[in-house]
């Protein structure tokens, strides 16, 4: 794929479950867009259809899933594995059609959608790549936690680090250059993970309606209850970089820089991407730089970039 062009799904391509919160049924059919649409989220459902463009500004809850929305209320909740998943792969362009409150759980990781993705395929559009580059760091820190975006002009770098009380979590690290390929192989089969203690208190407050050991990681005292157990040893600190990567996927373009965050969640993402957005002079917007071909050698994108304008500039 060259870097220095936008991108499209080639097909439509569908897949349907349920809600991991709502426990409702919806069906998500993925859509080719043009240039410069961006990734848009639209509910077919209601009488009168509705959309989002997926960004910062569209988020209206971060309380266990990310909300978007907007005056009229929610329109989709727990985005984060879609947009991962298109962010993670490379997609630009993209409508996400829905036709219920909540974007399917499937098995609680990236991979199905992954997988539809993948049988689409992805077609390359004449119009070139955008990335917001940092270029300056920004950081929020709360209650122990923080998160920082700094400056990182080869790519997108995630670090997480994660710390639960829990025998078979502990404290686990890892830090990867997100790119289609380790996207695929290192974060896309990671799942959602919860605890058998706090089933009763989200049930109550009208959460998790629809998990159940084919779409959560079920943790009790000192085991997975989950009869396949765990796909990878620290699935949790890679789930954790799975929903990082949908979460900044709301800054509307990719991002040249590196995440770090300790001990956080779909809040602090959206806390830090919010301040990033807030300063002008902490980014810029800038454009890859047309392929060149060598001689002898097939077309290569040089995954350089070269500045267009200026966040505060129209």
């Known amino acids: 794929m060259k870097a220095g062009r936008q991108t499209t799904l080639r097909e439509q391509t569908a897949i349907s479950g349920i809600g991991v919160h709502s426990g409702l049924p ?3 059919t993925l859509h080719p867009a ?4 961006g990734i848009v989220f639209v509910r ?40 991962a998943a298109l962010r993670g792969l490379g ?18 990781s990236a991979a199905p959608i992954v997988e539809a993705i993948d049988q689409a395929g992805i077609a390359l559009l004449p119009a070139t790549r955008r990335y917001i580059q940092v270029i300056k760091p920004v950081r929020i820190a709360k209650d122990g936690a923080y998160g920082e975006l700094r400056p990182y ?6 670090e997480a680090e994660i710390q639960f009380e829990h025998p078979l979590i502990g404290r686990q690290s890892l830090a990867l250059d997100v790119a289609p390929d380790t996207f695929r192989r290192e974060l896309a089969r990671a799942r959602t993970f919860g605890f058998m203690r706090d089933v009763a208190r989200l049930w109550s407050a009208g959460y998790a309606l629809g998990a159940s050991f084919e779409n959560t990681l079920v943790l009790a005292d000192n085991r ?3 009869s396949d157990g765990l796909r990878f040893a620290d699935e ?7 929903d990082a990567v949908g979460d900044l996927a709301l800054a509307g373009a990719p991002l040249l820089a590196t995440y770090r965050t300790v001990r956080g969640g779909h809040k602090l993402n959206h806390a830090v991407l919010s301040a990033l957005m807030a300063d002008p002079s902490a980014w810029i917007m800038v454009e890859a730089e047309p392929a060149r071909r ?10 350089l970039v070269a500045p267009a304008y200026a966040p505060d500039v129209s």
Not at 34 to 37: H, L, S, V
Not at 92 to 103: Q, R
Request: net charge negative.
């Open 294 to 303: 060598a001689r002898g050698h097939a077309e290569m994108a040089t995954g």
């Open 26 to 28: 919806v069906t998500l």
């Open 224 to 226: 997975v209850l989950n």
């Open 153 to 158: 002009a080869r790519g997108f770098r995630v």
């Open 91 to 108: 997609v630009d362009n993209a409508t996400v059609e829905l036709d219920g409150p909540e974007v399917p759980i499937m098995d609680g």
């Open 34 to 37: 043009d240039a410069d649409t």
């Open 44 to 83: 077919c459902d209601d009488r009168r259809e509705r959309e989002v463009r997926a960004h910062v500004h569209a988020v209206t809850a971060t309380d266990f899933a990310t909300v978007l929305g907007d005056a009229s209320g929610p329109l989709v909740s727990t985005a984060e594995h879609v947009l």
């Open 236 to 242: 949790f600190v890679r789930h954790k970089m799975l």
